[in-house]
């Protein structure tokens, strides 16, 4: 049985992960956590772990021998970014350095696959949409730019070292248990939070005007799946949907699956200083690599992460 490690596991994408490794690969699964997190995972292994302690990171893969490395530990919020960038510079990329010098330092090669964003492309111009792997690179935040650094990193790690690292470019992902700091998560929590009477009927929100690739989370870690295994070393992939959806589009249907009136208004506190209009990803090299589609519908994901929050308010 093959061993996988998810590193950084107790945000949102890694239980979803763990369950697709486990359930649906049938790959034995170790996680890690910071040792304040609280994490439960049904079938795996939990190990703290500080990505800034490369020691640390050495005796765990010592320890596991993984045949698999999915790095998704990460200060992955544009907003935190903006207010905190030295954190996220120390997260995103020391923490990123750490794994990988630890990884080359193994007497084997795992294959590893490491997150990145579609922010890293940044200011997206119309005539890029949808927009290819090979794209012009212009980071418009800090997060995207640590982003950016890691990817340019690994692929020079691949090269010099001789190492199996695959490249991501996430694209939005939402659903079920995302943190309310995303801005879906944010406008279902609203939504159900005036449904029981526990705020006003009016939504608060930011720049509704841009569009953005949203796929679900379950669909997301089954790409990974598929990558890990059948990614090429040093090549970089999107992982979206392929289909731009404007905010505003994405707020409308959420209300309509209230039977609330609820009024909309725009808190300048939700505007970033910097926002890039459209982020579409063209997802035919992922395609052709693994055969992966998305299964799961917009609509499907807004009724479930909508009905996560109703039933938590």
Known sequence: MKKALIVGAAGFVGSYLARELSDNQGMEVHATKLAHEQ????????????????????????????????????????????????????????????????????????????????????????EETPIKEGNYLRPGNIYAATKVCQNMIAGIYTQAYDMKLMMVRAFNHIGPCQSPIFVI?????????????????????????????????????????????????GETYNVGSGHAHEIREILNLILSLSSKEIRVEVDPNKIRPVDVPIIEADITKLNEATGWMPNISLRQTLQ???DYWRARV
């Open 304 to 306: 479930e992460t909508l």
């Open 39 to 126: 994490l439960e995972i049904s079938g795996a292994k939990i190990h703290d772990l500080n990505i800034l302690n490369k020691d640390e990171i050495i005796a765990l893969l010592y320890e596991v021998r993984p045949d698999y490395i999915f790095h998704l530990a990460a200060q992955s919020s544009v907003s935190i970014a903006w207010k905190n960038p030295g954190l996220t510079i120390d997260i995103n990329i020391k923490g990123s350095v750490n794994l990988m010098d630890a990884i080359r330092e193994l007497f084997y090669k795992p294959r590893v696959l490491l997150i990145g964003s579609g922010e890293e492309y940044g200011h997206i111009r119309e």
């Open 185 to 233: 998560s944010d406008f279902c929590k609203q939504v159900a939070e005036i449904e029981v009477g526990k705020k006003s009927p009016t939504m608060y929100v930011g720049n509704l005007a841009a569009k953005r690739d949203f796929t679900d989370v379950r669909d997301v870690v089954r790409a990974y799946a598929l990558l890990i295994q059948k990614g090429k070393p």
